[in-house]
C-alpha cells in the first residue's frame, strides 16, 4: 500500500500544510480540508485539480484559480501562463523532501510518524533557506519584506502570495 502527500506551499516553495492519503485515493479528495480556513490569493495546480466545484469555491473566496483545463473539457479556459510556470516549486519541494529517506522510502509504520517525519524534514529544509536569505540579504540590495508571522516569519522578496499546491 501506497501513501500520497497532498502539500500546500507558500510561494516560495516552504510547506505551509499538508494531508496524507491512501494511494488509490484521487488528488481532489483531500483538497477541501487542505484549503479550508487558509488565506491566500492564488492557487497554482496541474491540470489534476481541474473540478468545477474547486473552481467555484475559489471563485467565491477571491482567489485566482491558475490550473490548466483537461483536455475534455467542452470549454477551455485561459489561465495565466506567466504565473503557472512558478509551480515547480511544489514540485522543488517534494524533491527536497525525497532527499531524505525515511520520506522517499515510507518507513515510519504509522501516519502519525511519518506525518511528524515530514514536518522535521520540512523544518530542516525550512532552515537551510532561511540561511540562503540571510546570506542574500548582505549582498543584494533588492527591496525585501516582512510578512506578518502568522505568514511567514523569513525575509521574502515582495509580491509573493500564491499558493501552490501538488501531490
Known sequence: MTTKILAL?????NLVKFRLMPGQYHDLAEVKPLIENMDFDALL???AFDADWLLKELDERGVKAVIPPKSNRKVQREIDRQMYKWRHLVENYFCKLKEFKRIAMRSDKTDSSFSAMIYLCS???NSQLIELFN???????QPYVRLPSEKLSILIPSKVSNCLIDS
Not at 546570506?135 to 540590495?141: D, L, N, R, W
Open 123 to 125: 523544518s530542516i529544509i
Open 45 to 47: 495546480a496541474d491540470k
Open 9 to 13: 506551499v507558500d510561494g516560495l516553495g
Open 135 to 141: 546570506i542574500a540579504e548582505k549582498h543584494f540590495t
